[in-house]
Structures are given as C-alpha cells and as structure tokens.
C-alpha cells in the first residue's frame, strides 16, 4: 500500500530479519551505499576520446544498532561464532524491511552470506542514567538486493 499522501515512506518503520527469524529492537540501520568502478576504453581507430566502461561493483558494509536486553547475547555469540572459525554458524541471511505507515511492508533489502565484522558493546556512562545501553555491529557481506513488496 503507498503512503496515503502520495510521499515517500519514512524511515522510521522498519524490520529486521536474520535467518528469516524476525529479531526486534533495533534503533538504526543504514543501508549500505553501493559503486561501481569505473574503467576506460579505446580502440585504436578512436583517437578522439575513450568509452567509459563499468567495472566491478562494490558496497559499503551494513550498520546496525539496537538496545541491550537481560539475557539476549544473540549479536555477541554470532561475532564469537566467527571469531572462533565457525563457519557454518558465522554466515547469516538478513533482511531489512522498509514498512508503510499502516505497517504493510513495502521496500525489502536482503544481504546473503552475511557476517558480523565489528561488535561495539554499549558505553557505560555513570552520569547518563537515563541512556540506553546500545550494541551496535558493522556486518559485511557478498551480494546485496533489493525488492519491493
């Protein structure tokens, strides 16, 4: 369903999903950007200029934050997994869903072959008490797609 106003959709609605297991609380997830080289080409009858030609495509990583709860090591014991050369367990599919206003998903990014590069565990901070204990992780990984719903 698009946006009752005819606008773009807003970012704040959104789904995560690794391994197709819905996994909520998270704060912010920035979609990595994505280039592609690009390379030059002329033939030897073609004095005048060269072809600009693509090359190999590359992404940014995937960032993720999310709140710390009692007893929910899921993004610590992955990054463990692939410290430890679990291979089997160190590689994840994740989908980010982008929902409408009315909580219809609308705009899907899936990353296959995933893994967590980076666990940043939360900053205590005494004199904040009324902050969140965040977790955040930089995740890279081999093919980046996206679908609308």
């Not at 959104?14 to 819905?22: C, G, S, T, Y």
């Not at 997830?29 to 072809?51: D, F, L, M």
């Not at 990054?79 to 291979?87: A, D």
């Amino acid at each position: 369903m698009v946006d009752r106003h005819g606008g773009p959709l807003r970012t704040g609605q959104f789904e995560v999903q690794i391994d197709d297991v819905e996994v909520p609380g998270w704060r912010s997830v920035t979609i990595p950007s994505r280039s592609t080289e690009q390379g030059e080409y002329r033939e030897g009858n073609e004095a005048e200029y060269e072809r600009k030609i693509w090359g190999q495509t590359t992404f940014d990583d995937l960032e993720m934050e999310r709140g710390v709860k009692p007893g929910d090591t899921q993004l610590y014991d992955w990054h463990e997994n692939i410290r430890q050369g679990n291979v089997d367990e160190g590689r994840k599919e994740i989908a980010v869903i982008l929902m409408d206003e009315n909580g219809e998903p609308q705009t899907r990014w899936e990353f296959q072959e995933a893994w967590i590069k980076d666990y940043d565990p939360p900053e205590l901070d005494a004199s904040a008490d009324a902050d969140v204990a965040m977790e955040s992780i930089t995740v890279a990984f081999d093919k980046m797609d996206r679908t609308e719903q």
